[in-house]
């Protein structure tokens, strides 16, 4: 699949409204000045844009049940990391796109290799450096020492993050946050995820 490299002059306005209101939906931001939302979600797409390309090794498993639950994909790190995508919202999604014309956007396999991508930098986020990276980028400075300065964790812009690099990865025109979104309105219910991850 041809990779696209999409730059900040390239996101898509609606794009950065679909991470502004995924931001917005999340807890701990009940309130927050939706200018300082923007920030982030935009810091946040540019962020996992630029990450470096990294392969999946979880095991990959495929199974029915996706729709009951509203996901995609649902990642397990124990006993052994553990990616189920699930084949009744991937088939869905697909016939989603189809629906809306969207094809040029979601090339026929993109659903499975943005579920594979998103989670494999999800992976980077949550346990390498990169996770650090992306606090002193977001800039949420939750305590100082001194010159010294303490970045918190900004909930819900690793998601972003990990969309913005399965989007630019698979040489997606618009990001999986739209797809998402059209999923979960298809099926009227909250916001259908790529990823349920679980750690244990």
């Given amino acids: 699949m041809t ?37 982030w979600a935009l810091t946040a797409t540019e962020f996992g844009a630029s990450l470096p390309a990294t392969p999946c090794h979880a095991r990959i498993v495929q199974l029915q049940g996706g729709l009951d639950e509203g996901l995609l994909a649902r990642y397990t790190s124990r006993p052994a990391p553990t990616l189920t995508l699930f084949t009744d919202s991937v088939q869905l999604a697909e016939r989603v796109i189809a629906e809306n014309g969207w094809r040029d956007w979601y090339p026929p396999g993109s659903v499975r290799a943005a579920a594979l991508a998103h989670e494999a930098v999800h992976a980077q986020l949550h346990h390498g450096p990169h996770r650090a990276r992306l606090k002193r980028a977001l800039g949420h400075v939750v305590l ?57």
């Fill in 144 to 200: 100082r020492f001194g010159r010294r300065r303490v970045y918190g964790h900004v909930a819900g812009t690793e998601e972003i993050a990990a969309h913005a690099y399965a989007q630019v990865t698979c040489g997606l025109g618009r990001s999986p946050l739209v797809l998402t979104t059209a999923l979960s309105e298809h099926l009227n219910l909250p916001p259908l995820t790529h990823s349920d991850r679980r750690e244990n």
């Fill in 3 to 39: 990779v696209v490299r999409a730059t900040p002059a390239t996101w898509h306005p609606d794009d950065i409204d679909h991470a502004v209101r995924l931001l917005a939906a999340t807890p701990t931001h009940e309130g927050r000045d939706p200018d300082l939302l923007r920030q």
